[in-house]
T-cell receptor, first 116, second 115 residues
Framework: GAGVSQSPSNKVTEKGKDVELRCDPI?????LYWYRQSLGQGLEFLIYFQGNSAPDKSGLPSDRFSAERTGGSVSTLTIQRTQQEDSAVYLC??????????????FGNGTRLTVT | AQSVAQPEDQVNVAEGNPLTVKCTYSVSGNPYLFWYVQYPNRGLQFLLKYITGDNLVKGSYGFEAEFNKSQTSFHLKKPSALVSDSALYFC?????????????FGTGTKLQVIP
């Protein structure tokens, strides 16, 4: 079946511009995560959505970052006034709501963001 | 707060030799532990998990991991390494205390299998 889909796969933007990154989770998965992977770094947690509950935004690095999830499915991560330090691979993952915490995360291939 | 440590940035092993990639964790409740692998320019793929039960868990591609509660470790192992195992490996922990689903990852270990 279809996996987690992220778009675009690559994005080059100028410093100061806004960008939107999209994630389509696996159908029926109620949990959705965003992570950031910088060169030489591990996975940095950004935000987590679970069903209709309030999202956990504790990982967002600044108020330039925001995310929403519409209809419990597609999610968009928005970065306003991009900075060069925002350059990274942004990974989205989803997980079934039932049978947690046994369920592993299913990752997309990521969006590589380059801020020039 | 939960945390994961992978003390080695890179592990080099000769093809055919056994390999170990180390991971230690810290959680307030019972740990739910996972290993993931990332091949170049790809997302992470699930390898194996420990929830409860036997301390030795088996996963994909011949990998296994040993859970040690007293040492708070969850090391990834394979009896005989293949060149195709060369990739970036991440350990992760999910702390479910309070019904929380946050998953914390380590910084990753690059495995290089030398022909």
């Amino acid at each position: 079946g279809a996996g987690v889909s992220q778009s675009p796969s690559n994005k080059v933007t100028e410093k100061g511009k806004d960008v939107e990154l999209r994630c389509d989770p696996i159908s029926g998965h109620t949990a959705l995560y965003w992570y950031r992977q910088s060169l030489g770094q591990g996975l940095e947690f950004l935000i987590y959505f679970q069903g209709n509950s309030a999202p956990d935004k504790s990982g967002l690095p600044s108020d330039r970052f925001s995310a929403e999830r519409t209809g419990g499915s597609v999610s968009t991560l928005t970065i306003q006034r991009t900075q060069q330090e925002d350059s990274a691979v942004y990974l989205c993952a989803s997980s079934p709501g039932q049978d947690w915490p046994n369920s592993p995360l299913h990752f997309g291939n990521g969006t590589r963001l380059t801020v020039t | 707060a939960q945390s994961v440590a992978q003390p080695e940035d890179q592990v080099n092993v000769a093809e055919g030799n056994p390999l170990t990639v180390k991971c230690t964790y810290s959680v307030s409740g019972n740990p739910y532990l996972f290993w993931y692998v990332q091949y170049p320019n790809r997302g992470l793929q699930f390898l194996l998990k420990y929830i409860t039960g036997d301390n030795l868990v088996k996963g994909s591609y011949g990998f296994e991991a040993e859970f040690n509660k007293s040492q708070t470790s969850f090391h990834l192992k394979k009896p005989s390494a293949l060149v195709s195992d060369s990739a970036l490996y991440f350990c992760a922990v999910r702390d479910i205390s309070g019904g929380y689903q946050k998953v914390t990852f380590g910084t990753g270990t690059k495995l290089q299998v030398i022909p």
